[in-house]
């Protein structure tokens, strides 16, 4: 498949499609523009019997930093909304679409991260069937410090992994961990040195030469007993940080991330 934006690069192998997050300048956070692609990327893979998996990673030395707080300013300063409740609820949609996408996904789907993971593709990781880290990945969710709220369903994934102790560090202080935490913690199934990529595609390749009607079936039925579950979860995020959103406390902490940032 040739790219379907350049903020998109998507590429089919042997049964593989690598779909790369293109934004290195930004981290590779997610535009407006992003997430619905990213969705019909994943849609299109779901219905294309030649695609056995789906691996995910970022350019550059980023994973991605989740959703660009750029959306907000865009926002705020354009014509696009007339009130915040309709931009709140435009953003709120655009989440809601994607980790549908991420939970109904019925092939393996693979996080290649590869760098810092922020936000909403820190958050999603366990709706993946594996994980591979470089060691120096990181991971964050800064949601508490930019006035905002979990998402990705980690309100329910989170302390199932790891407890709530744990869970409250990471999403309510904005606890950052690395790697090797990370694996401890459940969130990574493998650390990869070396030619990460390779070393990744190598795994997959391996993965998609099994009966692929066998691991289908499983993860279905692995997945089958928490699905509901995790549909209103995200449901429920969503209307949070909607709510969010439109306070005065986010828009205040939002503006004063871009200050600082301003000044570095």
Same mark, same amino acid.
């Given at each position: ?6 903020? @998109? ?9 690598? @779909?790369?997050?293109?934004? $290195? ?10 997430? $619905?692609?990213?969705?019909? @990327?994943?849609?299109?893979?779901? &219905? ?8 995910? #990673? ?12 750029? &959306? ?9 909304? !007339? ?15 994607? *980790? ?12 290649? *991260? ?11 990781? $366990?709706?993946?069937?594996? *994980?591979?880290?470089? %060691?120096?990945? #990181?991971?964050?969710? %800064?949601? =508490?410090?930019?006035?905002?709220? %979990? ?19 990471? /999403? /309510?202080?904005?606890?950052?961990? &690395? ?20 070393? *990744? ?9 099994? %009966? ?5 079936? =499983?993860?279905? /039925? ?38 600082? !940032?301003? !000044?570095?």
């Amino acid at each position: 498949m040739d790219d379907l934006s350049e903020k @998109i690069y998507v590429d089919d192998q042997e049964g593989v499609r690598t @779909i790369t997050l293109n934004r $290195p300048e930004k981290k590779n956070a997610f535009d407006q523009s992003m997430f $619905p692609m990213l969705a019909s @990327i994943l849609e299109a893979a779901q &219905n294309d019997e030649s695609i056995k998996a789906c691996v995910i #990673t970022g350019a550059g030395d980023s994973f991605s930093s989740g959703n660009d707080l750029g &959306n907000f300013l865009t926002a705020l300063s354009s014509n696009q909304f !007339k009130s915040k409740e309709e931009m709140a609820e435009f953003g709120s949609q655009l989440l809601d679409g994607i *980790v549908k996408v991420f939970i109904d996904f019925p092939k393996p789907l693979i996080a290649a *991260v590869n760098g810092a993971a922020i936000g909403i593709m820190f958050t999603t990781l $366990p709706l993946f069937d594996l *994980v591979f880290a470089t %060691p120096t990945a #990181t991971f964050l969710a %800064p949601f =508490s410090r930019l006035g905002q709220a %979990p998402e990705g369903c980690s309100t329910f994934t989170f302390p199932q992994l790891m407890g709530t102790a744990r869970a409250t560090e990471v /999403l /309510l202080l904005g606890k950052k961990i &690395n790697a090797e935490q990370a694996k401890t913690l459940g969130l990574v199934n493998e650390i990869i040195p070396g030619d990460f990529m390779t070393e *990744v595609q190598d795994r997959v390749k391996k993965l998609v030469l099994l %009966p692929q009607g066998s691991i289908m079936e =499983s993860k279905a /039925l692995m997945r089958r007993w928490n699905k509901e579950k995790l549909h209103m979860v995200n449901v429920e995020e969503c209307k949070m940080l909607a709510r969010r959103w439109q306070s005065d406390e986010c828009m205040e902490a939002v503006l004063n991330f871009f200050q600082r !940032k301003a !000044k570095l």
